[in-house]
């Protein structure tokens, strides 16, 4: 089974499935996109399917349905035709749709961190030093906030005793 992975001319992420799983690709590209969260979101759904639990995923455009040993993806306003040479339904082999679907998380992931780096690179080291001292402050507001959490849910606790 051949895929691949890759940005276009204008760094849009795109994905070539082999037939008869192009709605693979298609599911990849026009759903799933740069989302990390939407890669996790499906691959904890396949974990679910595996262990025997039937999972149904709904995007804008496509439906998947998950077994323990398939998943059936849909798009739901595809018409089949003689003109078009992806069908509008396809059913996978669970097992290899999450190898692809992990393929494309790393792809997205990598191609982030490098967005990232390179956005970085293009800033001044004064800009650069802000970033991270406000990256800092948010990190110990949050540290702070849970601390305030964890003893006042303490004192709940002490008080209900």
């Known amino acids: 089974?051949?895929?691949?992975?890759?940005?276009?001319?204008?760094?849009?992420?795109?994905?070539?499935?082999e037939s008869p799983y192009e709605l693979v690709g298609l599911l990849l590209v026009s759903e799933i996109d740069r989302s990390i969260?939407?890669?996790?979101?499906?691959?904890s759904l396949i974990g679910k399917a595996r262990a025997g639990t039937k999972t149904e995923w709904n995007g804008e455009?496509?439906?998947?349905?998950?077994?323990?040993?398939?998943?059936?993806?849909?798009?739901?306003?595809?018409?089949e035709s003689r003109d078009c040479s992806i069908s509008p339904r396809c059913?996978?082999?669970l097992i290899?749709?999450?190898?692809?679907?992990?393929?494309?998380?790393?792809?997205i992931r990598v191609n982030q961190e490098d967005q990232l780096e390179f956005l970085e690179s293009q800033k001044s080291d004064a800009e650069m030093a802000r970033i991270q001292a406000q990256r800092l402050?948010?990190?110990r507001m949050?540290?702070?906030?849970?601390m305030q959490d964890s003893s006042r849910l303490q004192q709940e606790v002490?008080?209900?005793r």
């Open 96 to 107: 290899l749709f999450e190898q692809i679907l992990t393929k494309w998380f790393e792809f």
């Open 158 to 160: 002490r008080n209900y």
């Open 1 to 17: 089974m051949d895929f691949r992975f890759y940005l276009d001319k204008h760094g849009f992420p795109r994905a070539e499935v």
């Open 37 to 43: 969260y939407g890669c996790r979101q499906l691959l």
């Open 137 to 139: 402050e948010r990190k």
């Open 142 to 146: 949050k540290a702070k906030k849970r």
């Open 61 to 79: 455009v496509h439906q998947v349905i998950m077994t323990r040993d398939k998943a059936i993806i849909e798009n739901e306003y595809m018409i």
């Open 91 to 93: 059913e996978i082999p």
